[in-house]
């Protein structure tokens, strides 16, 4: 097939490579290219580049011209698409024998400065972005242009790289005279030794507003704001790093992700977008890392590419009700210059590269990211959740960089198509944990007692994972030393031991033993209400009215559940916000619980999602804006944000109305009503993992029936732990008849493996679990151990899994009889795990599958892996592909496995096999009277390894493939190769 023709096989697939993204920059950059070489002539350029049409109009303008102007103009299209798309565009679609090399082609003698314009033009775009204004500057003064040909060229509707094509275009019309005054420039500040951009100093303006912003950005970042700032805690104090990661499994990173990652290159899947989010679980650490960003700025100490920042809470963005520019919403939101204003404001549109923003708590806005209102003029004024839409999707302040946090609940497909990359924080490691505690516990013996507390209750460990339940246990370090035999065990537990620490804190006189609560009952309700209000409204931030509406007195402020808001841009005199919203969505429960005053339909419609939005506020109804109102009656949905709050709100429900707290709500509430209110529950509860049960469709015939479960069932089964009552779990897993159970992708952490070994160790019949692409971690595995005796297989890829984590997981696979397959591809295991698989191997004579691939094992890991290997027979499937095994291990593995009567599939892919390693594997294919495929891809094995490998397959009939793909050989050798044996696959 010619290139011409390859034009327009691909077509569709060339115009989603190149506009798919919204923007024109890769459309431009081919331009650039084919300009430079001839290619098209100006009028061309003009032709396909018409202002206000549409990008896929120009995309098709372009093939359409590309392909009469025949085979060679095509090549060298092909060429530059290759040279301007990111690697994960341009895999779509073949460039096989099109790419010959762009500079090949023109090579005639540049006569003129204006040819050189457009000969030079794709390193003269990128050389200009930098410095428009001093490239204008000297054009004005060399009198080629005027003050109107600069705003032409400054449009805030452009970016960087299209204001540089707008300059050069503009001084190619003035003639030979303006060329020579930009290409002499340029030459003079390349010959000055500096870059560009290094040779520019930004406005003294811009510069004493800097100071300014940074001084008020480290005002507001140097104590400790997540959980109000109870403690005045220093930031540098108390800080401690949490787990992050790349969303999308990257293998060119290495090492763990750092803070300055988030806006680096690592991970990028997206060039041509703005927007990094950053994504967690509610108390996980995202303001604190966003916190901690800000700090470092402006210090100076880290993020130095970025001039200003200007920092903002989604929360308080909620309460303004104006509609705002891009200008107001900077300055009256983070900080106020004491003059310039418009000239700063310019500087910002000229110089998006220079500019950060970061918006926190994205799921905390009461309005669902849509892409519905295109917005692209930052002078416009629009609603502030439209401004910020725009801005997320680069429509708004094109290439500034925006880094936002939200849960990842509350992340659409439609947030995630507009992202330069997702970062996920994941919480603590074992050693954040004994680092935060450290920390927060200056006397050693304290800090001593709190982490030996934690270690002999491994529920509680668990859920110190997350930063929020383990500042509480902090906190409150002596009740959970008190506790003894009766330690917590659930998020509820933790949470009514704040409750307790801070009214006896608080108290002069406070009750104790079970009559604490009944003493505060009070404030208790006050503030339920306010929070189970909130909640149903997307409310986190109260006025003085928000308060006096629901009881709020001076005396329940003081008990500190309550802080005064920061809200810069607020013209009322107070505004409050609970210390975190999990603490509201716990006090929302606490008011389900004991009040008097609700629905005896709130339950059940807190349990079923679909009803959810009838939880409408009756207080707070009245006092919304009539806008609002008219918007949520529109809206007839609840966002996202508000599904999980409300979730989370049903988990405390369910813990609150646990058998273990029952004896709290004694003197609180009639008894007949709780019992009718733990019914409810209890029935709900059963009803949602009906529906879950019912959905599983009927297996296709000879597979195993198997059950892909939703976020929601796993909502559910922590709902179950919670309430802590066996019976319970025992008539949910009585249910469920499923050989294999799916949650990949479930946001799952140690919180819900704690949840998940404690209902489905009640499984009638074992199962294969699988929990890929989640968050377990080593502290997960320890979690999931009370559910292995019902594991028949356990899939755990991409968890971020240790040697560590593996070395108590197997000591309890060992014992447990259903046991029988592993699969830990993409963790972090290194050669100190196979001993501990190879005494699996030696001890279980029943094991069938392991599979290990992409971690960091070596030819000493297989080594020990061997060891196991010949005393075991029954093994069928090994995989340990995308390892270090090298030639030494292949050996060591050939030789204990030449004789297998059970292996049927062997993997070795990319582990730097040559052919020393394939002689020695050709023995086992020879010998072996089970083996059917053998994976050998990507390995540097040559002629003479692959011609051991052919004899070998002489004596075997039984097997089906050898699979050979990229290795050493020349196209020559692999079709011989393949006339030579069919069951070589290259």
């Given at each position: 097939m010619s290139v011409q023709e390859l034009v327009l096989r691909q077509r569709t697939e060339i115009l989603h490579a190149l506009c798919s993204s919204g923007s024109a920059e890769h459309l431009e950059q081919v331009l650039d290219i084919l300009l430079s070489q001839g290619e098209l002539i100006f009028e061309d350029y003009q032709n396909i580049q018409v202002p206000g049409r549409a990008l896929y109009t120009n995309g098709r303008q372009l093939l359409d011209l590309v392909y009469i102007k025949g085979v060679d103009t095509c090549a060298l299209f092909y060429a530059a698409l290759q040279q301007v798309l990111p690697e994960v565009q341009r895999a779509g679609f073949s460039f096989s024998g099109c790419c010959s090399n762009p500079e090949e082609k023109k090579e005639e003698y540049q006569s003129t400065c204006t040819q050189s314009l457009l000969t030079q033009r794709p390193s003269l775009v990128s050389k200009l972005q930098g410095c428009i204004e001093d490239t204008l500057k000297a054009l004005v003064i060399s009198g080629h242009f005027t003050s109107a040909d600069c705003d032409e060229v400054r449009l805030p509707i452009?970016?960087?790289?299209?204001?540089?094509?707008?300059?050069?275009?503009?001084?190619?019309?003035?003639?030979?005279?303006?060329?020579?005054?930009?290409?002499?420039?340029?030459?003079?500040?390349?010959?000055?030794?500096?870059?560009?951009?290094?040779?520019?100093?930004?406005?003294?303006?811009?510069?004493?507003?800097?100071?300014?912003?940074?001084?008020?950005?480290?005002?507001?970042?140097?104590?400790?704001?997540?959980?109000g700032g109870t403690s005045h805690m220093s930031l540098d104090d108390i800080y401690t790093e949490g787990q992050l990661e790349l969303a999308q499994n990257c293998n060119d990173v290495h090492g763990p992700l750092g803070l300055k990652d988030i806006v680096g290159t690592a991970g990028t899947v997206n060039e041509e977008a703005d927007t990094v989010l950053v994504s967690g679980d509610a108390g996980g650490g995202k303001s604190t890392l966003l916190q901690r960003l800000h700090l470092l700025w402006a210090r100076g100490t880290a993020f130095e590419d970025f001039l200003l920042l200007f920092p903002f809470s989604c929360r308080r963005l909620n309460s303004v009700q104006q509609e705002l520019s891009v200008q107001e919403l900077l300055f009256q939101h983070c900080c106020w210059p004491d003059r310039e204003q418009e000239e700063i404001f310019q500087f910002i549109l000229d110089h998006p590269q220079l500019i950060l923003f970061t918006f926190d708590g994205l799921d905390e806005l009461k309005q669902g990211f849509s892409d519905e209102h295109r917005l692209c003029c930052p002078t416009q004024r629009a609603p502030v959740h439209i401004l910020l839409f725009n801005m997320i999707k680069g429509s708004l302040m094109k290439g500034v960089r925006k880094v936002v946090t939200s849960r990842p609940e509350a992340v659409s497909p439609v947030l995630k198509k507009n992202l330069r990359k997702e970062v996920l924080l994941q919480g603590f490691t074992p050693s954040g944990i004994d680092c935060f505690v450290q920390k927060h516990h200056l006397d050693p013996t304290v800090a001593a007692k709190v982490l030996e507390s934690l270690r002999t209750n491994t529920a509680l460990l668990g859920l110190c994972h997350s930063p929020v339940l383990l500042w509480i246990v902090s906190q409150c370090h002596k009740e959970l030393l008190g506790f003894g035999e009766g330690s917590p065990q659930t998020i509820t537990d933790v949470f009514l031991m704040i409750l307790q620490h801070f009214f006896q804190h608080q108290s002069s006189q406070s009750t104790m033993g079970s009559g604490w609560l009944h003493e505060h009952l009070n404030t208790v309700l006050h503030l339920g209400?306010?929070?189970?209000e909130g909640i149903g409204t997307s409310c986190y931030i109260f006025s003085d009215t928000d308060l006096e509406t629901c009881g709020v007195t001076d005396t329940d402020i003081?008990?500190?559940?309550?802080?005064?808001?920061?809200?810069?841009?607020?013209?009322?005199?107070?505004?409050?916000?609970?210390?975190?919203?999990?603490?509201?969505?716990?006090?929302a429960a606490l008011y389900i619980v004991l009040s008097n005053n609700t629905d005896r339909s709130t339950i059940?419609?807190?349990?079923?999602?679909?009803?959810?939005?009838?939880?409408?506020?009756?207080?707070?109804?009245?006092?919304?804006?009539?806008?609002?109102?008219?918007?949520?009656?529109?809206?007839?949905?609840?966002?996202?944000?508000?599904?999980?709050?409300?979730?989370?709100?049903?988990?405390?429900?369910?813990?609150?109305?646990?058998?273990?707290?029952?004896?709290?709500?004694?003197?609180?509430?009639?008894?007949?009503?709780?019992?009718?209110?733990?019914?409810?529950?209890?029935?709900?509860?059963?009803?949602?993992?009906?529906?879950?049960?019912?959905?599983?469709?009927?297996?296709?015939?000879?597979?195993k029936k198997s059950m892909h479960a939703m976020p929601g069932f796993v909502w559910l089964i922590k709902c179950i732990y919670e309430m802590q009552e066996s019976r319970i779990a025992k008539d949910a897993m009585s249910k469920l008849e499923v050989d294999h159970l799916k949650l990949t992708y479930c946001n799952i952490g140690p919180v819900e493996c704690t949840a998940l070994a404690y209902v489905l160790q009640h499984l009638r019949n074992p199962v294969g679990l699988q929990l890929d692409n989640n968050s377990v971690g080593d502290v997960g595995v320890e979690q999931l151990l009370p559910c292995m005796p019902v594991c028949n297989s356990l899939y755990l890829r991409n968890n971020n899994i240790t040697d560590e984590g593996i070395r108590k997981l197997l000591a309890k696979g060992i014992q447990c009889d259903s046991f029988r397959k592993i699969a830990l591809f993409n963790n972090k295991?290194?050669?100190?795990?196979?001993?501990?698989?190879?005494?699996?191997?030696?001890?279980?004579?029943?094991?069938?599958?392991?599979?290990?691939?992409?971690?960091?094992?070596?030819?000493?890991?297989?080594?020990?892996?061997?060891?196991?290997?010949?005393?075991?027979?029954?093994?069928?499937?090994?995989?340990?592909?995308?390892?270090?095994?090298?030639?030494?291990?292949?050996?060591?593995?050939?030789s204990a496995l030449e004789?297998?009567?059970?292996?049927?599939?062997?993997?070795?892919?990319?582990?730097?096999?040559?052919?020393?390693?394939?002689?020695?594997?050709?023995?086992?294919?020879?010998?072996?009277?089970?083996?059917?495929?053998?994976?050998l891809t990507e390995n540097c094995i040559t002629r003479t390894g692959v011609d051991c490998l052919i004899q070998a397959l002489e004596h075997n009939t039984r097997m089906q493939s050898v699979w050979l793909k990229n290795n050493d050989l020349s196209l020559g050798e692999v079709e011989e190769l393949t006339q030579r044996e069919s069951r070589l696959i290259f």
């Open positions: 452009h970016t960087p790289s299209q204001q540089a094509r707008r300059l050069l275009d503009y001084v190619r019309s003035k003639g030979e005279s303006a060329a020579k005054v930009v290409l002499q420039y340029i030459q003079e500040k390349q010959v000055s030794g500096s870059t560009l951009r290094d040779s520019w100093t930004p406005p003294k303006e811009v510069l004493k507003y800097q100071k300014k912003l940074s001084s008020s950005v480290s005002a507001q970042s140097c104590f400790l704001s997540t959980y209400q306010l929070a189970y003081c008990m500190g559940f309550l802080i005064q808001s920061k809200d810069l841009s607020s013209t009322h005199s107070k505004r409050f916000e609970f210390l975190h919203l999990i603490i509201q969505c716990f006090f059940p419609k807190l349990f079923e999602p679909q009803n959810m939005t009838v939880l409408r506020s009756t207080c707070f109804g009245v006092c919304l804006p009539s806008t609002e109102k008219y918007e949520q009656a529109l809206k007839g949905e609840a966002t996202s944000a508000k599904t999980i709050n409300l979730q989370i709100t049903a988990t405390f429900v369910s813990g609150l109305l646990s058998q273990r707290h029952r004896s709290l709500w004694l003197h609180c509430c009639p008894s007949a009503v709780m019992e009718k209110r733990v019914k409810q529950v209890v029935r709900c509860l059963s009803k949602g993992m009906q529906k879950h049960f019912k959905s599983i469709p009927q297996p296709v015939e000879g597979e295991l290194t050669d100190a795990c196979t001993q501990h698989f190879s005494h699996l191997l030696k001890t279980k004579q029943d094991f069938l599958s392991l599979r290990l691939g992409n971690n960091n094992i070596t030819e000493e890991g297989a080594k020990q892996l061997a060891e196991g290997l010949k005393c075991n027979h029954s093994l069928a499937y090994l995989g340990l592909w995308g390892n270090k095994i090298g030639d030494a291990g292949a050996e060591a593995l050939a004789n297998s009567t059970s292996l049927v599939w062997l993997s070795l892919v990319d582990n730097g096999v040559g052919s020393v390693g394939a002689c020695a594997l050709a023995n086992i294919i020879k010998n072996s009277t089970s083996l059917e495929e053998l994976w």
